[in-house]
T-cell receptor
Framework: GAVVSQHPSWVICKSGTSVKIECRSL??????MFWYRQFPKQSLMLMAT?????????EQGVEKDKFLINHASLTLSTLTVTSAHPEDSSFYIC????????????FGAGTRLSVL | QQQVKQSPQSLIVQKGGISIINCAYE??????FPWYQQFPGKGPALLIA?????SEKKEGRFTISFNKSAKQFSLHIMDSQPGDSATYFC?????????????FGTGTRLTIIP
């Protein structure tokens, strides 16, 4: 089956530093990758949609300069949380949509970010 | 109009019983309806999905029932097992390019008791 690898699974950082999260589709090419944020016991909130080779589309209320997204290849997208603050602490999850599989999104295991 | 309403919020079912989770949507352009299973600290895993051209889809113990006229769909877990204890999310999306993003329900925390 389709595998999406997300790294790191857990990161702790100091306030003011930047953190990069990687999302890779291991066995398929992903034209589109999505980044979500999930608070405890809540649903997934879409942050942005990224298409390979083009700028990401951010959802309303998501700061583009705070959450930098790069989708440099058909198998890799990165999310950088810049100048992280404690309120950015959350569970971040990526998903990837395969070229040939319309609609279907496969999710990574998530990254738990804790900002001290 | 983009909302997907999910119920119940939590559900306790005895082992061997049937677990039923319901979702309703408003956007008639939605044409893909997946269910995801999520364990604590993990990403969601695609469980089963349906498109509006069929009213039911079954994969093992998991069945989706779809009612297009009522704009509702549900997940049935037959012979529920303790290992099924997880949070389940329904979702919906369109197939039109640029609108494939998933709209998620609020989730149902399922607990299977022995």
């Amino acid at each position: 089956g389709a595998v999406v690898s997300q790294h790191p699974s857990w990161v702790i950082c100091k306030s003011g530093t930047s953190v990069k999260i990687e999302c890779r589709s291991l066995d398929f090419q992903a034209t589109t990758m999505f980044w979500y944020r999930q608070f405890p016991k809540q649903s997934l909130m879409l942050m942005a949609t990224s298409n390979e080779g083009s700028k990401a589309t951010y959802e309303q209320g998501v700061e583009k300069d705070k959450f930098l997204i790069n989708h440099a290849s058909l198998t890799l997208s990165t999310l950088t949380v810049t100048s992280a603050h404690p309120e950015d602490s959350s569970f971040y999850i990526c998903s990837a949509r395969a070229l040939v599989a319309k609609n279907i999104q496969y999710f990574g295991a998530g990254t738990r970010l804790s900002v001290l | 109009q983009q909302q997907v309403k999910q119920s119940p919020q939590s559900l306790i079912v005895q082992k061997g019983g049937i677990s039923i989770i319901n979702c309703a949507y408003e956007n008639t352009a939605f044409d893909y309806f997946p269910w995801y299973q999520q364990f604590p600290g993990k990403g969601p895993a695609l469980l089963i999905a349906i498109r509006p051209d069929v009213s039911e889809k079954k994969e093992g113990r998991f069945t989706i029932s779809f009612n297009k006229s009522a704009k509702q769909f549900s997940l049935h877990i037959m012979d529920s097992q303790p290992g099924d204890s997880a949070t389940y999310f329904c979702a919906a999306s369109e197939s039109n390019f640029g609108n494939e993003k998933l709209t998620f329900g609020t989730g149902t925390r399922l607990t299977i008791i022995p």
